[in-house]
């Protein structure tokens, strides 16, 4: 049940957009976005809810679509501080059991 | 200061010796988590608790042991550790329950199993 992301990498000059993709082959209840930075903890961006509620705290957006079980994340104008790892995550339909997929790397040069 | 703390943050020990990886978080969330982290595959769930006393099985569950009995303390038991079982180890708490709400992730912790 582990969502697939796409891309596996990208690079990024400051100042340039990104999308990063995530989806899944079972039905999504919701989508949690995060970041981490190399040798720390991950850390939390935002969920979207089916429904379409939105629950986030930085000025980054992302979308859901629940038919195609589908969530894309988008950067905009990127900043040298997104550099690092970004992880969609699902709950399974319990709500109990949690799946992070296997990860985008970001990388933003001057 | 809000926080979920771990220890150890790095470990190395030898094929067979129980360790115990603790786990505590100072926010009073129901729901805790404990993750691996390991190249080329992301954070994979080992356990889950909903509370005090009901826990369960993520995705990973073989050869790791934990309990809850207080809301606070999530610990991560190996009764006989592998090297299989060397990776990243993160713990994460969550107020209410885990599916629709934020995680709140411990620092982590470093095993190598030798």
């Known amino acids: 049940q582990q969502p697939v992301q796409s891309p596996q990498a990208v690079i990024l000059r400051e100042g340039e957009d990104a999308v990063i993709n995530c989806s899944s082959s079972?039905?999504?209840?919701?989508v949690h976005w995060y970041r981490q930075k190399h040798g720390e903890a991950p850390v939390f961006l935002m969920i979207?809810?089916?429904?379409?509620e939105q629950k986030g705290h930085e000025k980054i957006s992302a979308s859901f679509n629940e038919k195609k079980q589908q969530s894309s994340l988008y950067l905009t104008a990127s900043q040298l501080s997104y550099s690092g790892t970004y992880f969609c995550g699902t709950a399974s339909n319990t709500g109990n059991q949690f799946y992070f997929g296997t990860g985008t790397s970001l990388t933003v040069i001057p | 200061e809000a926080q979920v703390t771990q220890n150890p943050r790095y470990l190395i020990t030898v094929t067979g010796k129980k360790l115990t990886v603790t786990c505590s978080q100072n926010m009073n969330h129901e729901y805790m988590s404990w993750y691996r982290q390991d190249p080329g595959l992301g954070l994979r769930q080992i356990y889950y608790?909903?509370?005090?006393?009901?826990?369960d099985k993520g995705d990973v569950p073989e050869g790791y042991k934990v309990s809850r009995k207080e809301k606070r303390n999530f610990p991560l038991i190996l009764e006989s550790p592998s090297p299989n079982q060397t990776s990243l180890y993160f713990c994460a708490s969550s107020p209410g329950q885990g599916a629709t709400n934020e995680q709140f992730f411990g620092p982590g912790t470093r095993l190598t199993v030798l």
């Open positions: 979207l809810l089916k429904g379409g």
């Open positions: 079972k039905a999504l209840y919701s």
């Open positions: 608790s909903m509370n005090v006393e009901v826990t």
